[in-house]
């Protein structure tokens, strides 16, 4: 269904593009949060504006003698100066091939995360007892406890038609070799029942210590609470904006690589920050969201959770990633990890030099180009167009295919740029700048986007 959902948006901003001057706008990630919900839904047309012209035409009016200001013709782009950094001059590149998990490496994972003695079923169906359990957490859990309400009705639904045992058919991996990618219960053996999505052949695994579970990062909560409309949403962006952990950072650091370390997950931290987990809508906890990313030297890839990324198939990027830029996320609290969800595997096959990269100086030019032409044709008419504010830039690595197809690709260096946006005609308020990044390679200058896969803007450029 993600997948139908996905390709139905595609083509629905292509449309839209080629009707409107506009582009197509996806979530960075295809199968990025699983269960979790650490980044809202949203669609392209809420967060972008639209190249969409008044519906009526103004007036005419006759001429007047004084000197008006000038009408812009296009996006305005400026800088912040805390974007200019320095960038090297060299850096490695990593030559990749996608990682195809076993049953036995999936296994393995399984038992780090849910114990040796872990079941695999398709569908769980809870005992009467279960319910009635979770009905009381539910009555009893902290108030005001937002998402209770929800809970409370699934939960008397449950216990209307509920068995007397747990119901359940036991399956091994074995039996999924063909299956493509599936998500499934996981039993443990103190009763507790985790979630997985998994493919045996694939390069992603995913765990969560629960089905029903709320991940909400600091970032993401701030963000949310900022662009509210409601007294309802505002009060529920605040009772789930994380409180103190109840667990020091170090000490969920230390349990989170440790797992890396034992699943041979070769990645090196990204990004933290305090995030709440809500369980079966009852239980509360509040621990670190950790981001996971591949780093050539002291250079990272990088990722944020629930970023969107726009594509205007008239400034198109020149190429996309073979498959997802590799990452792996992980949610630990007090009882251990709540989430571990490993994305795009790939197995490092050699590394390439590349020297004379282009400075931030050089980039300037290159990056305002780019976006002029990205967002020329947005505009409501009588002048409004974009005003864009450059914020940062960052030099990284960025994953782009290789000769290989989707076997194989290159971690390039890379500037990650970021920036915001709104009307022209709009105050300069918080709440109106949009937030978004544009990827580069650090050796030609050329536009990329390793969060785009080649198939996928194949996809969006020929309507295939």
């Known amino acids: 269904m993600r997948r139908k959902a996905f390709a139905m948006l595609a083509l629905a901003c292509l449309l839209a593009a080629l009707l409107l001057g506009g582009g197509c706008q996806f979530p960075a990630g295809e199968e ?10 949203q669609s392209a047309d809420a967060a972008l504006p639209s190249a969409v012209p008044d519906a009526e035409e103004p007036p005419e009016e006759e001429p007047d003698s004084t000197e008006q200001p000038e009408e812009a013709t296009g996006p305005t782009i400026a800088w912040l100066d805390a974007a200019a950094v320095d960038g090297p001059e060299a850096m490695d590149g990593i030559v990749v091939e996608k990682a ?31 319910w009635e359990e979770l009905l009381h957490r539910l009555e009893n859990s902290e108030q005001p406890n937002l998402l209770a309400g929800d809970g409370v009705g699934m939960a008397e639904e449950g216990m209307a038609n509920a068995p007397e045992a747990p119901a359940y058919e036991p399956l091994s991996l074995s039996e999924l070799e063909d299956a493509g990618r599936v998500s499934l219960y996981v039993v443990k053996s103190d009763g507790s029942v985790a979630y997985t999505t998994l493919e045996t052949g694939g390069n992603s695994f ?5 089905k029903a579970q709320l991940v909400s990062g600091q970032s993401m909560c701030e963000q949310n609470l900022l662009l509210s409309t409601t007294e309802a949403e505002r009060e529920q962006q605040t009772w789930l904006m994380p409180r103190t952990p109840d667990i020091a950072q170090e000490d969920a650091l230390a349990v989170a690589t440790e797992l890396l370390q034992k699943l041979g997950v070769p990645l090196e ?16 906890s509040d621990g670190w969201w950790f981001v996971f990313t591949r780093r050539s030297e002291t250079y990272p890839a990088q990722f944020w959770e629930g970023q969107w990324y726009y594509v205007n198939p008239e400034a198109p990027p020149v190429a996309g990633g073979p498959w997802e830029q590799e990452v792996c996320t992980m949610a630990v609290d007090a009882d251990g990890v709540c989430v571990f969800n490993w994305r795009g595997a790939a197995e490092a096959t050699g590394t390439t030099a590349h020297d004379a990269l282009l400075a931030p100086a050089d980039m300037r030019p290159i990056i305002e180009a780019q976006l002029a032409a990205i967002y ?7 002048g409004v167009y974009l005003d864009i504010l450059i914020t940062d830039m960052q030099p990284g690595i960025a994953l782009i295919a290789g000769d290989g197809g989707t076997a ?19 105050a300069d308020a918080a709440e109106n700048w949009l937030s978004d990044m544009i990827v580069f390679d650090m050796s030609d200058g050329s536009y990329i986007e390793p969060r785009i896969t080649e198939e996928t803007l194949h996809r969006v450029l020929t309507m295939e």
């Not at 780090?112 to 009467?128: E, I, K, N, P, Q």
């Open 408 to 426: 194989s690709g290159e971690y390039v260096p890379a500037w990650y740029v970021s920036y915001q946006y709104k009307w022209n005609n709009e």
């Open 376 to 382: 020329q044709d947005h505009t409501k008419g009588n």
């Open 32 to 41: 990025a949060t699983g269960p979790t919900a650490s980044a809202p839904e």
């Open 269 to 284: 931290l990204f990004y933290s920050e305090p995030c709440s987990i809500v369980s079966d809508y009852a239980t509360r």
């Open 206 to 210: 995913a765990y969560y210590r629960s």
């Open 100 to 130: 195809v998990f076993s049953a036995g490496q999936l296994t393995d994972m399984l038992s780090a995360l849910a114990g040796d003695d872990a079941v695999l079923c398709r569908d769980y169906t809870r005992s009467a007892q279960e």
